[in-house]
């Protein structure tokens, strides 16, 4: 079921296509989900799916996205109608129509405006210039997601979370206060090394020691989390590792070979780490993880991971 999962935006940085590596190491059972960088809730999405919980906090500091969000899953029906008008709105000229909405959204940020955007830029990479106006370009290719297409995926992530989650726009550091010791929380910040000080999805990117201060407090607190932040593309890698004092324990994930490298005929992998919290990692080591395997294509070809230190090579 999860490779079939609804999802009603393209989103550059989603974890959709890792979300069934990344819930194997969730908790069996806990009492709500938290995102507090949630994006389009990919992971929430996998996480209702398995049934393991049926309470989510989203969280992301864009707000029109969680906007969207919160309309998509309470009011599916309403955004889906208002898609399906603007959509037909755009034959004529399609690429004038597309910067005539985008116009339109920098002036009053209105979420369903933002769908149509999201389902119809470049890539669905979303780029924010530096005053702050949405500037991403219009994917000349192609006109964005059919309205019967964009209705039916809507619906579905609505049957799996409408009722279910809580809806904020805040500082990750604010969500992290507030969490408690029966939440999980994962964590997909914009990773320092790609986005600097700006990122396409938040706006600005988050300063690396704040970011570690914040998980001290949370280890300190006894909260479960896991966090998807680094990674690597051939021998480059993207990203910071985190500090060894905070106990975590590394997971590289496989991704595959990406659609840059493979055109320019290049045998290079994406990989992306997630890091466990301790209390996490040890729960597992206890119950159904015997150890911490690099997860690749091939569920034959494992490779151990030492806790922060260099993997080496196995075969199961």
């Known amino acids: 079921m999860m490779a079939n999962l609804p999802h009603f935006i393209q989103y550059q940085g989603s974890k959709r296509n890792l979300a069934k590596h990344i819930l194997q190491f969730f908790p069996k059972n806990f009492n709500r989900l938290v995102e507090p960088f949630a994006g389009t809730a990919a992971i929430s999405i996998a996480t209702s799916a398995s049934q393991t919980t049926h309470s989510f906090w989203l969280n992301d500091l864009?707000?029109?996205?969680i906007e969207l969000l919160e309309l998509s899953i309470e009011k599916p029906d309403e955004i889906a109608n208002f898609y399906l008008e603007l959509w037909n709105e755009q034959h004529t000229n399609s690429v004038a129509h597309y910067f005539e909405v985008r116009s339109?959204?920098?002036q009053n940020n209105d979420p369903k405006l933002f769908l149509y955007l999201l389902a119809r830029c470049v890539k669905g990479s979303v780029r924010y210039n530096s005053e702050g106006f949405f500037?991403?370009?219009?994917?000349k290719r192609r006109k964005g997601t059919r309205p019967q297409t964009m209705r039916k995926n809507i619906a579905g992530v609505s049957s799996l979370l409408k009722g279910k989650c809580k809806f904020?726009?805040?500082d990750y550091r604010e969500v992290l206060e507030q969490v408690q010791e029966c939440d999980f929380i994962y964590m997909d910040p914009p990773y320092q090394g790609v986005c600097g000080n700006k990122d396409s999805r938040y706006l600005s990117g988050i300063n690396f020691d704040d970011f570690v201060l914040a998980l001290e407090k949370l280890n300190r607190k006894g909260c479960p989390f896991a966090i998807s932040y680094d990674g690597k593309?051939?021998?480059?890698a993207f990203g910071k590792i985190l500090p060894k004092n905070l106990n975590l324990e590394r997971i590289e994930i496989e991704v595959g070979r990406s659609s840059q490298s493979t055109l320019l005929g290049k045998e290079e992998t994406t990989i992306e780490s997630l890091y466990l919290s301790p209390n996490l990692s040890n729960s597992l080591m206890n119950t159904k993880i015997c150890d911490f395997s690099y997860i690749g294509k091939k569920p034959q070809q494992l490779t151990l991971l030492e806790k922060h230190g260099e993997f080496t090579a196995s075969t199961r």
């Open 135 to 139: 500037n991403q370009s219009p994917d």
């Open 168 to 170: 904020t726009s805040l």
């Open 233 to 236: 593309l051939g021998d480059k």
């Open 62 to 65: 864009n707000k029109p996205l």
């Open 104 to 106: 339109k959204f920098n």
